[in-house]
């Protein structure tokens, strides 16, 4: 079992960056591949990024390649991602997820949600 809470969300101007971060609890979370997705208004929740058990493997959806980093720390059970040169249509609930497999931008594939933290870019 993996529980994950997601902080970090706010209202940025375009242009501007954030940090979100990711709080596991658990005993596996090192085994767990990771992944933020995101909820856009109206639309369905797509995948933004995602890196594996060790963080030596990471992989990110075209939208936000060069701009958005993700990373972790196994130490402190934290995951992140770095998100530079925002944009209007990155404003969505921002999710962090836990997978016990391999990485994947494949929501289905992840077992563990967090609550959702919410980014708001302004034009």
């Known amino acids: 079992q993996v529980r994950l809470v997601e902080s970090g969300g706010g209202v940025v101007q375009a242009g501007g960056s954030l940090r979100l971060s990711c709080a596991a609890s658990?005993?596996?979370?090192?085994?767990?591949?990771m992944g933020w997705f995101r909820q856009r208004p109206g639309k369905e929740r797509e995948f933004v990024a995602a890196?594996?058990?060790?963080?030596?493997?990471?992989y990110s959806a075209d939208s936000v390649k060069g701009r958005f980093t993700i990373s972790r720390d196994n130490a402190q059970k934290m995951v992140y991602l770095q998100m530079n040169s925002l944009k209007p249509e990155d404003t969505a609930v921002y999710y962090c997820?836990?997978?016990?497999?391999?990485?994947?931008?494949?929501?289905?594939?992840?077992?563990?949600w967090g609550q959702g933290t919410q980014v708001t870019v302004s034009s």
């Open positions: 997820a836990g997978s016990p497999y391999s990485t994947s931008w494949l929501s289905e594939r992840y077992d563990y």
């Open positions: 658990g005993d596996s979370f090192s085994s767990y591949a």
């Open positions: 890196i594996s058990w060790s963080g030596g493997s990471t």
